[in-house]
Protein backbone atom coordinates (compact mmCIF):
# COMPACT_ATOMS: atom_id res chain seq x y z
CA UNK A 1 0.00 0.00 0.00
CA UNK A 2 1.28 3.72 -0.59
CA UNK A 3 -0.06 6.77 -1.23
CA UNK A 4 1.13 7.48 -4.89
CA UNK A 5 -1.27 7.08 -7.57
CA UNK A 6 0.34 4.15 -9.36
CA UNK A 7 0.78 2.60 -5.68
CA UNK A 8 -3.34 3.15 -5.30
CA UNK A 9 -4.60 1.88 -8.64
CA UNK A 10 -2.22 -1.08 -7.74
CA UNK A 11 -3.76 -1.67 -4.44
CA UNK A 12 -7.43 -1.50 -5.93
CA UNK A 13 -6.44 -4.59 -8.20
CA UNK A 14 -5.15 -6.34 -5.70
CA UNK A 15 -7.57 -6.19 -3.07
CA UNK A 16 -10.74 -5.87 -5.60
CA UNK A 17 -9.53 -9.02 -6.89
CA UNK A 18 -9.16 -10.52 -3.25
CA UNK A 19 -12.46 -8.92 -2.22
CA UNK A 20 -14.23 -10.98 -5.84
CA UNK A 21 -12.50 -14.20 -4.63
CA UNK A 22 -13.78 -14.17 -0.83
CA UNK A 23 -17.71 -12.86 -1.93
CA UNK A 24 -18.12 -15.47 -4.65
CA UNK A 25 -15.77 -18.24 -5.12
CA UNK A 26 -16.50 -20.18 -2.28
CA UNK A 27 -20.34 -19.73 -2.70
CA UNK A 28 -20.73 -20.98 -6.32
CA UNK A 29 -18.15 -23.82 -5.41
CA UNK A 30 -20.89 -24.55 -3.19
CA UNK A 31 -23.23 -24.08 -5.98
CA UNK A 32 -21.78 -26.10 -8.67
CA UNK A 33 -21.22 -29.07 -6.05
CA UNK A 34 -25.00 -28.88 -5.73
CA UNK A 35 -25.27 -29.23 -9.65
CA UNK A 36 -23.19 -32.31 -9.93
CA UNK A 37 -25.46 -34.12 -6.86
CA UNK A 38 -28.54 -33.30 -8.15
CA UNK A 39 -27.77 -35.13 -11.30
CA UNK A 40 -26.04 -37.68 -9.91
CA UNK A 41 -29.29 -39.11 -8.58
CA UNK A 42 -28.86 -39.25 -5.01
CA UNK A 43 -31.95 -39.28 -3.00
CA UNK A 44 -29.85 -38.28 0.55
CA UNK A 45 -31.62 -35.23 3.08
CA UNK A 46 -28.28 -33.79 2.33
CA UNK A 47 -29.08 -32.85 -0.76
CA UNK A 48 -32.11 -31.04 -0.62
CA UNK A 49 -32.03 -27.92 -2.48
CA UNK A 50 -32.54 -26.05 0.98
CA UNK A 51 -29.74 -27.95 2.29
CA UNK A 52 -28.01 -27.33 -0.41
CA UNK A 53 -28.16 -22.83 -0.62
CA UNK A 54 -28.49 -23.07 3.00
CA UNK A 55 -24.55 -24.62 3.18
CA UNK A 56 -23.48 -22.03 0.42
CA UNK A 57 -24.81 -19.35 2.28
CA UNK A 58 -22.86 -20.37 5.64
CA UNK A 59 -19.92 -20.68 3.71
CA UNK A 60 -20.16 -17.64 2.05
CA UNK A 61 -21.32 -15.39 5.00
CA UNK A 62 -17.94 -17.12 6.98
CA UNK A 63 -15.86 -16.10 3.95
CA UNK A 64 -17.14 -12.41 3.51
CA UNK A 65 -17.00 -11.82 7.33
CA UNK A 66 -13.39 -13.38 7.23
CA UNK A 67 -11.96 -10.85 4.85
CA UNK A 68 -14.21 -8.01 6.44
CA UNK A 69 -12.42 -8.06 9.51
CA UNK A 70 -8.81 -8.46 7.61
CA UNK A 71 -9.52 -5.27 6.01
CA UNK A 72 -11.16 -3.07 8.82
CA UNK A 73 -7.84 -4.13 10.83
CA UNK A 74 -5.59 -3.37 8.19
CA UNK A 75 -7.35 0.13 8.09
CA UNK A 76 -6.94 0.23 11.75
CA UNK A 77 -2.98 -0.20 11.30
CA UNK A 78 -2.97 2.76 8.68
CA UNK A 79 -5.21 5.11 10.42
CA UNK A 80 -2.11 6.56 11.78
CA UNK A 81 -1.50 7.70 8.30
CA UNK A 82 -5.06 8.01 6.75
CA UNK A 83 -8.58 6.94 7.46
CA UNK A 84 -10.33 4.24 6.15
CA UNK A 85 -7.83 4.08 3.67
CA UNK A 86 -8.98 0.86 2.10
CA UNK A 87 -12.68 0.72 2.82
CA UNK A 88 -13.08 4.68 1.48
CA UNK A 89 -10.48 5.03 -1.47
CA UNK A 90 -9.27 2.22 -2.42
CA UNK A 91 -12.24 0.34 -3.33
CA UNK A 92 -13.35 3.95 -4.29
CA UNK A 93 -10.64 3.31 -7.38
CA UNK A 94 -11.74 -0.24 -7.66
CA UNK A 95 -15.57 0.52 -8.14
CA UNK A 96 -14.52 3.36 -10.73
CA UNK A 97 -15.77 2.33 -14.04
CA UNK A 98 -14.13 4.80 -16.30
CA UNK A 99 -10.55 5.89 -16.54
CA UNK A 100 -11.22 9.27 -16.62
CA UNK A 101 -12.51 8.40 -12.80
CA UNK A 102 -10.46 5.70 -11.82
CA UNK A 103 -7.01 8.80 -12.48
CA UNK A 104 -9.08 11.44 -10.55
CA UNK A 105 -9.86 8.95 -7.66
CA UNK A 106 -5.80 8.28 -7.62
CA UNK A 107 -5.08 11.51 -8.83
CA UNK A 108 -2.63 9.88 -11.52
CA UNK A 109 -1.21 12.06 -14.01
CA UNK A 110 -2.15 9.31 -17.06
CA UNK A 111 1.29 8.26 -17.74
CA UNK A 112 2.01 4.75 -19.62
CA UNK A 113 2.62 2.75 -16.15
CA UNK A 114 -0.74 4.61 -14.77
CA UNK A 115 -2.26 3.44 -18.26
CA UNK A 116 -1.08 0.14 -17.76
CA UNK A 117 -1.84 -0.79 -14.28
CA UNK A 118 -5.68 0.82 -15.23
CA UNK A 119 -5.75 -1.66 -18.01
CA UNK A 120 -5.28 -4.08 -15.08
CA UNK A 121 -7.73 -3.05 -12.80
CA UNK A 122 -10.45 -2.55 -15.74
CA UNK A 123 -10.15 -6.52 -16.71
CA UNK A 124 -10.87 -8.05 -12.77
CA UNK A 125 -13.31 -5.11 -13.17
CA UNK A 126 -14.70 -7.19 -16.04
CA UNK A 127 -14.40 -10.19 -14.48
CA UNK A 128 -16.25 -9.29 -11.35
CA UNK A 129 -19.45 -7.85 -13.85
CA UNK A 130 -19.53 -11.34 -15.67
CA UNK A 131 -18.82 -13.24 -12.55
CA UNK A 132 -22.16 -11.71 -10.82
CA UNK A 133 -24.07 -12.27 -13.97
CA UNK A 134 -22.77 -15.77 -13.56
CA UNK A 135 -23.90 -16.63 -10.20
CA UNK A 136 -26.96 -14.82 -11.13
CA UNK A 137 -28.16 -18.25 -13.61
CA UNK A 138 -26.19 -20.67 -11.57
CA UNK A 139 -28.73 -20.20 -8.41
CA UNK A 140 -31.42 -20.35 -11.20
CA UNK A 141 -29.75 -23.51 -12.45
CA UNK A 142 -29.50 -25.28 -9.30
CA UNK A 143 -33.33 -24.27 -7.99
CA UNK A 144 -34.53 -26.18 -11.18
CA UNK A 145 -32.25 -29.07 -11.08
CA UNK A 146 -33.58 -29.86 -7.62
CA UNK A 147 -37.03 -28.76 -8.59
CA UNK A 148 -37.33 -30.97 -11.40
CA UNK A 149 -35.36 -34.02 -8.99
CA UNK A 150 -37.93 -33.45 -6.65
CA UNK A 151 -40.71 -33.27 -8.98
CA UNK A 152 -39.91 -36.48 -10.27
CA UNK A 153 -38.81 -39.12 -7.87
CA UNK A 154 -42.41 -40.69 -7.85
CA UNK A 155 -42.31 -41.07 -11.88
CA UNK A 156 -45.98 -42.09 -11.71
CA UNK A 157 -47.54 -39.09 -10.02
CA UNK A 158 -45.78 -36.23 -11.55
CA UNK A 159 -47.15 -33.84 -13.94
CA UNK A 160 -47.04 -30.66 -15.66
CA UNK A 161 -48.55 -29.16 -12.20
CA UNK A 162 -46.21 -30.76 -10.12
CA UNK A 163 -43.07 -29.58 -11.89
CA UNK A 164 -44.33 -26.19 -11.88
CA UNK A 165 -44.78 -26.21 -7.80
CA UNK A 166 -41.69 -27.49 -7.45
CA UNK A 167 -40.09 -25.21 -9.53
CA UNK A 168 -41.96 -22.18 -8.41
CA UNK A 169 -40.56 -23.50 -4.66
CA UNK A 170 -36.64 -23.94 -5.69
CA UNK A 171 -36.89 -20.61 -7.03
CA UNK A 172 -38.52 -18.44 -4.20
CA UNK A 173 -35.81 -20.50 -1.74
CA UNK A 174 -33.16 -19.52 -4.52
CA UNK A 175 -33.88 -16.19 -5.23
CA UNK A 176 -34.16 -15.51 -1.12
CA UNK A 177 -30.70 -16.87 -0.49
CA UNK A 178 -29.35 -14.86 -3.51
CA UNK A 179 -30.83 -11.53 -2.20
CA UNK A 180 -29.08 -12.33 1.21
CA UNK A 181 -25.67 -13.52 -0.69
CA UNK A 182 -25.92 -9.93 -2.81
CA UNK A 183 -26.44 -8.27 0.58
CA UNK A 184 -23.53 -9.62 2.37
CA UNK A 185 -21.41 -9.54 -0.35
CA UNK A 186 -21.50 -5.90 -1.41
CA UNK A 187 -20.80 -5.41 2.72
CA UNK A 188 -17.25 -7.34 1.99
CA UNK A 189 -16.77 -5.75 -1.49
CA UNK A 190 -16.85 -1.98 -0.12
CA UNK A 191 -19.13 -0.79 -2.56
CA UNK A 192 -19.33 3.03 -2.39
CA UNK A 193 -22.88 3.45 -4.18
CA UNK A 194 -25.09 0.72 -4.52
CA UNK A 195 -25.13 -2.91 -4.44
CA UNK A 196 -24.46 -5.85 -6.26
CA UNK A 197 -28.05 -6.07 -7.52
CA UNK A 198 -27.60 -2.83 -8.68
CA UNK A 199 -24.40 -3.95 -10.02
CA UNK A 200 -26.28 -6.88 -11.77
CA UNK A 201 -28.85 -4.65 -13.47
CA UNK A 202 -26.59 -1.98 -14.51
CA UNK A 203 -24.11 -4.97 -16.13
CA UNK A 204 -27.83 -6.46 -17.85
CA UNK A 205 -28.50 -2.79 -19.21
CA UNK A 206 -24.76 -2.42 -20.81
CA UNK A 207 -25.25 -6.06 -22.18
CA UNK A 208 -28.44 -4.81 -23.82
CA UNK A 209 -27.08 -2.07 -25.16
CA UNK A 210 -23.77 -3.41 -26.75
Known sequence: MGNSASQMIASAF?????????????????????????????????????????????????SCLGFMLAIKTLDAFYAIYEPNYLQGKIFS????????????????????EDKGLYLQLRLVQAVCDWIFLLIVWVVFIVACAYGLREAKKDAMQSNVMQIFVWLLVS???????????????????????????????????NLMNF
Open 93 to 112: IFWARSEDEVFSLAGASGEF
Open 171 to 205: NVIAAFIFYLWAKIASLAMFIPNGDIITQIIQSYK
Open 14 to 62: TFGTSALVFASLPFLFILLKGIFKANSGHNTHSSSILSVFAMAFSVHFI
